[in-house]
């Protein structure tokens, strides 16, 4: 595909960034804590916008952060209140895309520095014709199944398994349909995908593109961004 090719702003991201992150200690939600001086939700947002498929962000925001993260955001970008859990966020967010998006991605704020590429990845692969797409990683350490007290009962083979990143990619009708006849409070959307049959496919993910849970994930990503600056 060609650099003109790609430039189609069919694209929609849902960001559900109302989540408080109590793995990152005492502060304001997760998507608002601070990278070098910017909040993750104002990095990852960057990067979804330098994305040439993506015509619209909107930002599921904590209630009473509405203001506060539309003052920070521009752009292309729709702020909305998120809901209790991130699946109501996320609905609440596909509610306010138009219908002239037929392709939604649903993309973590706390995977800040997953970079435009991978964007761009995921949408293409719904654009030619999957109708839910994941960006996946090898797992690279060994998986021990355990019992409930802990014992080990067998060693899972890692060649099957992948670890799974955000953004994720869906036909619009497709996330529409799986977030309608959710019953379990599912934190993976293509989990919810699958549970109505939708078959689901992957694409290379993208290291740059970690989730940032802990204060150690926190430092880490301080680092890539240096680096990248640094180039």
Known sequence: MTAQQSVRGDVAVLVPAAGLGVRLGPGPAKALRLLLGEPLLVHAVRRLAAAPSVGL?????PPEAVAEVTELLTGKVT?????????????????????????????????ALAPPELVERVADAVRRGHPAVIPVLPVVDTIKQVDSGGEVIGTVDRAVLRAVQTPQGFRREVLAAAHASA??????????????????????GDEA???????????????????????
């Open 209 to 231: 593109a970690l989730k940032i849970t802990r204060p150690l994930d926190l430092a880490l990503a301080e680092l890539l961004v240096r680096r990248t600056l640094a180039e």
């Open 57 to 61: 962000i909107v930002v599921a925001a």
């Open 79 to 111: 702020v909305v209140p998120g809901g209790a859990t991130r699946q109501a966020s996320v609905a609440a967010a596909l509610a306010a895309v138009p219908d002239r998006y037929p392709i939604v991605l649903v993309h973590d704020a706390a995977r």
């Open 183 to 204: 019953v379990d409070d599912l934190t993976d959307d293509a989990g919810l995908a699958e549970k109505i049959g939708v078959p689901v496919s992957t694409v290379p």
